[in-house]
Nanobody, 116 residues
Framework: EVQLVESGGGLVQPGGSLRLSCAAS????????MSWVRQAPGKGLEWVSS???????RYANSVKGRFTITRDHAKNTLYLQMNSLKPEDTAVYYC??????????RGQGTQVTVSS
């Protein structure tokens, strides 16, 4: 059974940083493309970033240059380093399998709130 557990969210001031984690079980992230998606209050799911099986990385224009996606094969964990956070980054963040997609299984998500 595929399980994804996101963590690392919180309240941060504009300009701050957070690192999100996604612990996977039931499959190996080394053999799968993975993505981060987010959902802001009252809005639909938005794709944020992906990493392919071959380590190719993609970012939404809104986060390019500020967010970095990585993964630790030994820990079977996906990460999203978020720097220079803006209020518009406020959302629930989810990880999912797949490349440049908002579909696929997700965990419970982790709340990120950017506010002064």
């Amino acid at each position: 059974e595929v399980q994804l557990v996101e963590s690392g969210g919180g309240l941060v001031q504009p300009g701050g940083s957070l690192r999100l984690s996604c612990a996977a079980s039931g499959f190996s992230i080394s053999n799968s493309a993975m993505s981060w998606v987010r959902q802001a209050p009252g809005k639909g799911l938005e794709w944020v970033s992906s990493i392919s099986y071959g380590e190719s990385k993609r970012y939404a224009n809104s986060v390019k240059g500020r967010f970095t996606i990585t993964r630790d094969h030994a820990k079977n964990t996906l990460y999203l380093q978020m720097n220079s956070l803006k209020p518009e980054d406020t959302a629930v963040y989810y990880c999912t399998q797949g490349f440049v997609t908002v579909k696929g299984p997700r965990g419970q998500g982790t709340q990120v709130t950017v506010s002064s």
